[in-house]
T-cell receptor
Framework: AQSVTQLDSHVSVSEGTPVLLRCNYSSSYSPSLFWYVQHPNKGLQLLLKYTSAATLVKGINGFEAEFKKSETSFHLTKPSAHMSDAAEYFCVANAGGTSYGKLTFGQGTILTVHP | GAGVSQSPSNKVTEKGKDVELRCDPISGHTALYWYRQRLGQGLEFLIYFQGNSAPDKSGLPSDRFSAERTGESVSTLTIQRTQQEDSAVYLC????????????FGQGTRLTVV
């Protein structure tokens, strides 16, 4: 079985400061990992994905994430927050074995950006 | 079409009625997923289709929920005898392969049971 835990339900930052959204996963297999963003009243959009190539993954809008197998983590970061980054972010795992192909979502982290 | 299409976009139904939600995946995508997102909550897995394999129905919350997919095309999610707790946004996604590729999401169907 696989599971995804997003450690913060809400994160609040000031514009121009760094963003850190934390994600831990549990899987018996080497998962593919994704971060999706959902803006209010909009559909889910892929930010970035890890598929066993480079452990540091760069995505759209300046976001990146680092896969750390020893810590079973896949935290999302951005050096400088922008007002347009305010949204809900989901960490997602897609593993093999009995969970083959099944996307497992974390509970989501709401990011608020203050001027 | 270019993306995953879901219909209707909004559905208001009376408690006890049956509803059918439709998903048109991206052409050629073998994997198709249904998720439910209740207000203020994360995405809850419902069912997953992969090609001609038996679907993974492990997320369906009760026997009132069922889903079908014809080959690698359209899928319908049916909720019988709707209850107020069924109110949610139902999201469909498709993917060209089931593991290492991104899933593309539709805009969802907002179901309100009154």
């Amino acid at each position: 079985a696989q599971s995804v835990t997003q450690l913060d339900s809400h994160v609040s930052v000031s514009e121009g400061t760094p963003v850190l959204l934390r994600c831990n996963y549990s899987s018996s297999y080497s998962p593919s990992l994704f971060w999706y963003v959902q803006h209010p009243n909009k559909g889910l959009q892929l930010l970035l994905k890890y598929t066993s190539a480079a452990t540091l993954v760069k995505g759209i809008n300046g976001f990146e994430a680092e896969f750390k197998k020893s810590e079973t983590s896949f935290h999302l970061t951005k050096p400088s927050a922008h007002m347009s980054d305010a949204a809900e972010y989901f960490c997602v795992a897609n593993a093999g074995g009995t969970s083959y192909g099944k996307l497992t979502f974390g509970q989501g982290t709401i990011l608020t950006v203050h001027p | 079409g270019a993306g995953v299409s879901q219909s209707p976009s909004n559905k208001v139904t009376e408690k006890g009625k049956d509803v059918e939600l439709r998903c048109d995946p991206i052409s050629g995508h073998t994997a198709l997923y249904w998720y439910r997102q209740r207000l203020g909550q994360g995405l809850e897995f419902l069912i997953y289709f992969q090609g001609n394999s038996a679907p993974d129905k492990s997320g369906l919350p009760s026997d009132r929920f069922s889903a079908e997919r014809t080959g690698e095309s359209v899928s319908t999610l049916t909720i019988q005898r709707t209850q107020q707790e069924d109110s949610a946004v139902y999201l469909c996604a498709s993917s060209p392969r089931p593991t290492d590729t991104e899933a593309f999401f539709g805009q969802g169907t907002r179901l309100t049971v009154v």
